[in-house]
């Protein structure tokens, strides 16, 4: 049993190149979550998914795009990378939603140059 | 959408009781109150949650009063392993998932 696994670890992007971010979860969770989490800022919601084929914006959600195609599976893309989007991104899962237990993944730390 | 507020932080020695409070003034009235410890380099790892009045469980307490516009999280006896950051979660009254805030973070240091 895995938990949230996030993929990739590390990542360096130039300004305006796209990636996508892969988290999984083995916990057959309904909810999913993405965070950034910058110094100072505490952790902000990206984009959220209440079920499979489901996704909703979060506080921060510009610049960002999110699929939820497998329940397992929560997908977040930046199209354009922006200096601004540098940050750790940490994506959850809970079994209910809203501010209930939530499972984080270890974190992907994204610098873009 | 409205702040939670937290110390940024703290200082206590080994064995100590410590206690965090969140203020947290427009929260949604049918939702609970989570708390969460964070190490450098990791993902945030649940602690507790409660609803109203008081809750325990074997790592720590929360204490929630009537109006919940508040809460404290207490860590009984703490050791240089307590050393971390504490985040409170709620969520806002009026919104979805997308109401969920955090807390900017008390970052907790435990002396020997």
């Known amino acids: 049993n895995a938990g949230v696994t996030q993929t990739p670890k590390f990542r360096v992007l130039k300004t305006g190149q796209s990636m996508t971010l892969l988290c999984a979860q083995d916990?057959?969770?309904?909810?999913m979550y993405w965070y950034r989490q910058d110094p100072g800022m505490g952790l902000r919601l990206i984009h959220y998914s209440v079920g499979e084929g489901t996704t909703a914006k979060g506080e921060v959600p510009d610049g960002y795009n999110v699929s939820r195609l497998k329940k397992q599976n929560f997908l977040l893309g930046l199209e354009s990378a922006a200096p601004s989007q540098t940050s750790v991104y940490f994506c959850?899962?809970?079994?209910?939603?809203?501010?209930?237990?939530?499972?984080f993944g270890p974190g992907t730390r994204l610098t873009v140059t | 959408l409205a702040k939670t507020t937290q110390p940024i932080s703290m200082d206590s020695y080994e064995g100590q009781e410590v206690n965090i409070t969140c203020s947290h003034n427009?929260?949604?009235?049918?939702?609970?109150i989570t708390w969460y410890q964070q190490f450098p380099s990791q993902g945030p790892r649940f602690i507790i949650q409660?609803?109203?009045t008081k809750v325990t469980n074997e790592v720590a307490s929360l204490f929630i009063p009537a109006d919940r516009k508040s809460s404290t999280l207490s860590l009984p006896r703490v050791s240089l392993s307590d050393t971390a950051v504490y985040y409170c979660l709620v969520k806002n009254s009026g919104g979805g998932a997308d109401g969920l805030t955090f807390g900017k973070g008390t970052h907790l240091i435990i002396q020997p």
């Open positions: 959850a899962s809970s079994v209910a939603g809203g501010p209930r237990e939530q499972y």
């Open positions: 409660g609803y109203k």
């Open positions: 916990m057959n969770h309904e909810y």
């Open positions: 427009n929260i949604a009235t049918n939702d609970y």
